[in-house]
């Protein structure tokens, strides 16, 4: 009996240590996916705290973080889960033959210039990726999901921001060879 209570309150500890790491970087979070949107000159709605939060909830599933620069890994794979089930749920609708989109979830994907079979793709060979490169993997999370600049991403990986540069470069190549 006292070992569950001990894992209870263990839970309860983590469950709080995340939500004071979200809470704390939430604006830095919500910054970068508006600037996501302003880079694309998309309209500015209420989906990017709706992807924060579904991002929260994944993260939720995580049980230690060893510091902010993991939380913020975390954060931005997290991100693009969000974002490549939205596309795997809108693809799904679009054969069942159902309504695409819902008043909900209009603008979700509004940054993206990409079609849901796109970011499934993108998202699928993203997995590979992981396998392959899980450096190249971290950073195509932090600068395409997450909208990270070349200096956020090189700090959160601790990592020049040349790395960066050249990673981001040869990651593209490697995606857009097989996306092609």
């Known amino acids: 009996m006292a070992a569950e209570s001990d894992e209870t309150h263990y839970d309860k500890v983590e469950r709080d240590v995340a939500a004071a790491l979200f809470t704390q970087h939430y604006e830095d979070l919500a910054n970068l996916a508006r600037a996501r949107r302003r880079r694309s000159k998309a309209s500015d709605t209420m989906m990017t705290e709706d992807i924060l939060h579904e991002s929260f909830l994944k993260l939720g599933q995580e049980k230690i973080w060893r510091d902010d620069k993991h939380f913020l890994c975390a954060a931005s794979l997290a991100i693009r889960h969000v974002i490549v089930d939205y596309a795997r749920r809108k693809l799904t609708a679009k054969r069942r033959h159902e309504r695409v989109e ?79």
């Open 102 to 180: 819902n008043p909900e979830e209009a603008g979700v994907m509004v940054e993206y210039g990409e079609s849901p079979e796109e970011l499934v793709a993108i998202g699928n060979l993203m997995e590979r990726l992981e396998h392959a490169r899980p450096r190249w993997a971290r950073i195509v999370d932090a600068r395409y999901f997450a909208g990270m600049t070349e200096e956020e991403t090189a700090n959160m990986l601790g990592v020049s921001d040349r790395t960066v540069r050249r990673d981001w470069t040869d990651a593209k190549a490697w995606l857009a060879e097989r996306v092609a």
